[in-house]
């Protein structure tokens, strides 16, 4: 009986250590890389979104050091950049500026007030108030802007840019951006989570399953080594002229 017992034992042993094939493991490691990249990315995007919507194209706001603006026109892309492209513009003191220089500024012209505007300084002048100024101009179109730029409306100077960036952000902060960048990739996890958790269950009740069989298996097949057992203790009695049940007779 207790052969048979480590035989099962060391059967069910061997079921449930059984490894995975190398298909199988280079397919979960490719699942599990898949799930992390999704992760990331769809954190990525609501980072991005956050940092767009909370600091781009904001005047009272930058970003190490630097104002992020999304080019809205073409009126600079004979030169320097153009819509959709991502600038920075760093705050400086308006008396260092000079000819040839990029600002971005607020403007106070009709067509376009309170828009900043990033053009480039073609010459020094005066405002009306005899105060120092800018006369600007779109590189495109090469025609002077409207009004004179005064320092108090300076937000800074050109630093750099990320070519096309900008649209990417402008995409994001639209409902369509936030469905396909943000909310279908966390719905997708859920999704894959969902039906990992599915598969998990289902293979612990199988697991369960089957190790019930198993106990199943070896308690029968205890109770059929018990009834051999009995059976041989039967056959020594009736060789020994003993009764088949009862004590043996030492004294006989």
């Given at each position: 009986m207790e052969t048979e017992t480590k035989k099962k034992s060391s059967k069910k042993s061997h079921r449930s250590s059984k490894?995975?094939?190398?298909?199988?493991?280079?397919?979960?490691?490719?699942?599990?890389?898949?799930?992390?990249?999704?992760?990331?990315?769809?954190?990525?995007?609501?980072?991005?979104?956050?940092?767009?919507v909370t600091t781009?194209?904001?005047?009272?706001?930058?970003?190490?050091?630097?104002?992020?603006?999304?080019?809205?026109?073409?009126?600079?892309?004979?030169?320097?950049?153009?819509?959709?492209?991502?600038?920075?513009?760093?705050?400086?003191?308006?008396?260092?500026?000079?000819?040839?220089?990029?600002?971005?500024?607020?403007?106070?012209?009709?067509?376009?007030?309170?828009?900043?505007?990033?053009?480039?300084?073609?010459?020094?002048?005066?405002t009306a108030d005899g105060e120092p100024a800018f006369i600007t101009y779109g590189t495109t179109t090469d025609i002077d802007d409207e009004i004179p730029v005064a320092y108090e409306y300076v937000q800074g100077k050109y630093?750099?840019?990320?070519?096309?960036?900008?649209?990417?952000?402008?995409?994001?902060?639209?409902?369509?951006g936030y469905i396909c960048c943000i909310l279908l990739p966390f719905l997708l996890l859920i999704v894959m989570?969902?039906?990992?958790?599915?598969?998990?269950?289902?293979?612990?009740?199988?697991?369960?399953?089957?190790?019930?069989?198993?106990?199943?298996e070896q308690v029968q097949a205890e109770r059929a080594e018990a009834q051999r057992m009995i059976q041989e203790l039967r056959r020594m009695r009736a060789e020994m002229g003993l009764p088949p049940e009862g004590p043996l007779d030492e004294g006989h």
């Open positions: 490894k995975a094939t190398p298909l199988q493991r280079a397919c979960s490691i490719i699942k599990s890389v898949f799930v992390w990249l999704l992760v990331a990315a769809s954190v990525a995007m609501m980072v991005f979104t956050i940092v767009s781009f194209d904001r005047n009272d706001r930058d970003l190490f050091g630097h104002k992020a603006f999304i080019v809205r026109s073409d009126s600079m892309s004979a030169t320097d950049f153009k819509a959709g492209d991502l600038i920075f513009i760093k705050e400086v003191d308006p008396a260092t500026l000079k000819a040839g220089d990029i600002i971005a500024y607020r403007s106070t012209a009709a067509s376009n007030f309170g828009e900043t505007v990033t053009h480039k300084i073609r010459s020094v002048t005066t630093e750099g840019k990320l070519a096309g960036v900008g649209s990417f952000f402008a995409f994001l902060r639209t409902t369509p989570q969902g039906i990992s958790a599915v598969r998990l269950y289902k293979k612990y009740k199988r697991q369960q399953q089957r190790e019930l069989r198993l106990e199943r």
